[in-house]
T-cell receptor, first 115, second 111 residues
Framework: DTGVSQNPRHKITKRGQNVTFRCDPI?????LYWYRQTLGQGPEFLTY????????KSRLLSDRFSAERPKGSFSTLEIQRTEQGDSAMYLC?????????????FGNGTRLTVT | GEDVEQSLFLSVREGDSSVINCTYT??????LYWYKQEPGAGLQLLTY?????DMKQDQRLTVLLNKKDKHLSLRIADTQTGDSAIYFC???????????FGPGTSLSVIP
């Protein structure tokens, strides 16, 4: 169990640019979540996948955000035409819901700064 | 709608017990979790409780659940300076099976 891995750890970009983040979940976990966290707040749910199927998207997720999990393993989160309000920590988590309590296991996040 | 609330700050002296409180709104929640976040890091699962339980103890941690009042608490016995962090309460919704987090309680431990 190597844990949830997120890359990059930090990303600084200019407003209007596109960015893509990657998440590699714990290998046997079939559920993968994306959250966004701003300073002083708890994580806000963005979207989640069961295998390769995207089951739910939050109303917070504008059309500029897209997430994929093409083979049911790693996932990418892309933000197009970034805005300063997109600056936040983007957290990925995975779980194995068939195992009862199925807590989320988090990566260390990708911190995005939009200048 | 779903909502999880917590007090934002708590300060205790080293060696004392800390009690962090949380209220939630989804009466059909199945599991409730406590996570810890240290600066610059992701969230670390501390413990969880199933909704049909009243209490769970795990070493220095005690979780109490009052399902009638939708109130959850985390007690940390013999609090140490290494316990200084932000603690998040979270509930798993049954309807959409997503996990909703509270705003976090910042625990400061005074040596």
């Amino acid at each position: 169990d190597t844990g949830v891995s997120q890359n990059p750890r930090h990303k600084i970009t200019k407003r209007g640019q596109n960015v893509t983040f990657r998440c590699d979940p714990i290998s046997e976990h079939n559920r993968l979540y994306w959250y966004r966290q701003t300073l002083g707040q708890g994580p806000e749910f963005l979207t989640y996948f069961q295998n390769e199927a995207q089951l739910e998207k939050s109303r917070l997720l504008s059309d500029r955000f897209s997430a994929e999990r093409p083979k049911g393993s790693f996932s990418t989160l892309e933000i197009q035409r970034t805005e300063q309000g997109d600056s936040a920590m983007y957290l990925c988590a995975s779980s194995f819901p068939d195992r009862g309590e199925s807590p989320l296991h988090f990566g260390n996040g990708t911190r995005l700064t939009v200048t | 709608g779903e909502d999880v609330e917590q007090s934002l700050f708590l300060s205790v002296r080293e060696g004392d017990s800390s009690v962090i409180n949380c209220t939630y709104t989804d009466s059909s929640s199945t599991y409730l979790y406590w996570y810890k976040q240290e600066p610059g890091a992701g969230l670390q699962l501390l413990t969880y409780i199933f909704s049909n339980m009243d209490m769970k103890q795990d070493q220095r941690l005690t979780v109490l659940l009052n399902k009638k009042d939708k109130h959850l608490s985390l007690r940390i016995a013999d609090t140490q300076t290494g316990d200084s962090a932000i603690y998040f309460c979270a509930e798993r919704e049954t309807s959409y099976d997503k996990v909703i987090f509270g705003p976090g309680t910042s625990l400061s431990v005074i040596p």
